[in-house]
């Protein structure tokens, strides 16, 4: 089995691209073959049709002035060769192809998670610093959900565009390495 993160540079929490970027999170989404096909973009449907990783999620870590989105995947070595091919074919061309169905049903699925998150003492308790910390104050609920709503599918689609055409990128990988592409490969499918 291999384990791998792939790592783009993100958006800081303040950036225009956050929120664009939240939602980029939830319209790659993950699979889990445990859990079944119920699958949430072209990605995790090739991924699944295919059988090429055992899961795959998307993560997205803002931070003070940066932050990270990626995928992690857990995958046999066999399929890793074939996981990398189809994991940049479809981040290359994800900024052309984000609909707006596609949009408002991340925006759904991400203020779900939202309020999901605040359930519990110690959940409230960190977001309540973190926005302290990064915006001096608490939003409300409502305010959050109306900056989602003011994301439009174009911006979207620049935040995509911004995070992987033509972008270094950082992985991590442990287990049988052999078939996981170069570098320079990862990078060259960053272009297309």
């Not at 993100?10 to 950036?15: E, K, V």
């Not at 991400?110 to 959940?123: F, Q």
């Not at 959050?144 to 003011?150: A, C, S, V």
Request: charged share 25%; net charge negative.
């Amino acid at each position: 089995m291999v384990h791998m993160a792939l790592a783009y540079e993100g958006a800081s929490w303040t950036s225009e691209y956050a929120y664009p970027l939240m939602l980029l999170q939830s319209l790659i989404g993950g699979y889990d073959r445990a859990a079944g096909k119920n699958v949430t973009s072209q990605l995790c449907y090739d991924v699944a049709a295919s059988e090429l990783a055992n899961s795959i999620s998307t993560f997205n870590t803002c931070y003070k002035d940066t932050g990270l989105f990626g995928l992690y995947a857990i995958a046999d070595k066999e399929r890793v060769s074939d996981l990398m091919a189809s994991v940049m074919q479809n981040l290359s061309k994800m900024a052309d192809h984000i609909r707006e169905e596609d949009v408002e049903r991340a925006k759904i699925a991400l203020k779900a998670t939202m309020l999901m998150g605040l359930d519990g003492n110690t959940n409230v308790c960190e977001d309540i610093g973190r926005q302290l910390l990064t915006y001096g104050r608490r939003l409300t609920p409502a305010e959050i959900f109306g900056r989602i709503e003011e994301v439009t599918v174009e911006d979207v689609r620049a935040a995509a565009h911004t995070v992987f055409h033509d972008k270094d990128h950082a992985m991590a990988a442990v287990g049988g390495l052999e078939g996981l592409p170069s570098y320079e490969w990862i990078r060259s499918k960053s272009c297309q």
